[in-house]
């Protein structure tokens, strides 16, 4: 019998009131309904809010995370606590379901994002006042103690924090405590500053993130220390642990909250504070989109192979083409699409209404199925198919290939596909999901390689990979790209064959 066994991390909000203002404003808040149990979708598993009571006089919301620690470890390849590549056991009985920790953080930005940005437009004037609060969490890793955890809450406004350590046995008391604790938090607070800053706080008594730590992560850690980070004492060290120890961006959080310190201290703008450069004159670039990086990494492999005559198969609606039309070296560029809505979309892109008669004559749109060969497509110096294989059934690849490989078979050929292992680094792509809902499938790099030295064998074609897009060293690069070249061994056979 098949058995999913699944880790629950739970958290209790709960508030008193008055006739006049009753705790079951709490649900407007929360923006979830006191009389309704819902659930949602996270990173790692199901979230479910409910309220275990709900009456004028006192009303309790429960977040209960529900984990799935194999999917937890298929998602996270050995990152995180407990996952180092040796200690297989450990990637699969470990904390992670049962003790909040940064698991619970993202479910909370995604279950409660309206009420940790203080936005209620049923009950706006609750939103911006201090409510009576207890905020419970039975099971809380803390790397510190009960100590670190008063040091850290202590500050925060809190008229108690009382945090209990967790026997490691309770019918064993001469083995002493565990490092988790029973934290329950009292006192008068905006319910926004209270979720905020658990939001920050659990993760950093925990000591450890299940996702990539990546340079946004210093944005939302101000966004959500705004109006409290700045002046703690604590501050350092919640910085770091927060952004993993990751140096270089402690010291731009650092230098970031210094200056919210000093504007606040003259009662400035942040802005009018950090006046010193010219946004004008700023040269900073932005991030790269990593659908660019993977244009340009195709055109250099194109360039490289001395390619002039190109096909793109599954053209879409021709960002490749028009990328391949600005330089001159790429003298005749084919697009190929099954859709002729994607064709007609790539036709306005390309202006070919518009385009001059010696441009016009470097560019073809064509309609054609990618897994039905095509004398029409033979003879080019090389096919590109990018972000295309995952699109098709697995039963319907070996028809493509032989399609590309076997009856084009132009001298290059340059495969991109997603690596799977790399969507643990997305915190907002929910656990099992694939990138695009029209995958039918996403590879590992160790899969797709096989699939790749395997087809290059069969067909006589050498093949290297390329990462593309950040290379990642436990996880490899978000996208990743075959390179595969017709071997001059291949081509003498041919000629000997058809000479004989």
């Not at 709960?14 to 979708?41: V, Y």
């Not at 199901?46 to 620690?69: G, I, K, M, Q």
């Not at 180092?84 to 995604?110: E, F, G, I, K």
């Not at 329950?184 to 996702?211: I, M, T």
């Amino acid at each position: 019998m098949n058995r999913t066994i699944l880790g629950r991390v739970f958290l209790t909000i709960s508030t008193t009131g008055t006739p006049d203002r009753p705790a079951t404003d709490l649900g407007f808040l929360l923006h979830k309904h006191p009389e309704k149990a819902q659930q949602f979708s996270t990173s790692h598993g199901t979230a479910h809010v409910f309220y275990p009571e709900a009456s004028a006089e006192r009303c309790t919301a429960a977040l209960l995370l529900e984990v799935d620690p194999v999917a937890l470890v298929r998602r996270g390849k050995g990152k995180g606590r407990g996952g180092a590549p040796d200690a297989a056991l450990a990637q699969y009985v470990n904390d992670r379901p049962y003790a909040a920790s940064s698991l619970l953080s993202v479910a909370m930005s995604a279950v409660f994002k309206s009420a940790l940005n203080g936005v209620c437009r049923a009950r706006p004037e609750r939103a911006a006042d201090p409510m009576p609060l207890r905020i419970e969490v039975p099971a809380l890793p803390a790397r510190g103690g009960p100590e670190l955890v008063s040091k850290l809450f202590g500050p925060l406004g809190w008229a108690s924090v009382d945090a209990v350590a967790v026997p490691l046995d309770e019918q064993f008391p001469e083995w002493g405590d565990s490092r988790y604790v029973r934290l329950v938090l009292e006192g008068e607070l905006r319910l926004a500053d209270a979720l905020r800053q658990l939001y920050v706080l659990l993760p950093v008594l925990d000591d450890a993130k299940h996702y990539w730590v990546a340079p946004d992560e210093v944005d939302k850690l101000l966004r959500a220390g705004d109006g409290w980070l700045a002046d703690h004492p604590e501050q350092k060290l919640i910085t770091s642990r927060y952004l993993s120890r990751r140096w270089g961006l402690t010291r731009q959080a650092m230098e970031r909250l210094e200056l919210v310190r000093l504007a606040e201290l003259d009662d400035l703008a942040v802005e009018s504070v950090d006046n010193a450069v010219d946004e004008t004159t700023d040269t900073e670039e932005e991030p790269v989109p990593l659908a660019e990086q993977r244009r340009t990494a195709i055109l250099e492999a194109l360039r490289a192979a001395g390619a002039s005559r190109v096909l793109d198969l599954g053209c879409g609606q021709g960002q490749l083409v028009q990328a391949l039309l600005r330089d001159v070296r790429f003298t005749e560029i084919v697009g190929v699409d099954v859709s002729m809505r994607a064709l007609t979309i790539a036709s306005r892109r390309l202006k070919l209404d518009r385009m001059g008669e010696r441009q016009a004559g470097r560019v073809t749109l064509r309609q054609g199925s990618l897994t039905y060969t095509d004398k029409r497509l033979a003879g080019y110096d090389a096919a590109v198919l990018s972000e295309v294989i995952e699109h098709l059934d697995l039963p319907r690849l070996p028809a493509l290939e032989y399609a590309v490989f076997g009856s084009a078979r132009p001298q290059t050929v340059l495969v991109t596909t997603p690596n799977v292992e790399y969507n643990v680094r997305w915190e907002s792509l929910p656990a099992g999901h694939v990138r695009h809902g029209d995958h039918r499938f996403e590879w590992t790099r160790a899969e797709f390689r096989a699939w790749a030295q395997e087809v290059a064998q069969r067909h006589g074609y050498g093949v290297d990979f390329v990462p593309v897009g950040p290379d990642d060293p436990e996880v490899g690069p978000p996208t990743q790209l075959a390179v595969f070249t017709k071997t001059a061994e291949d081509d003498i056979k041919k000629k000997e064959a058809k000479a004989a």
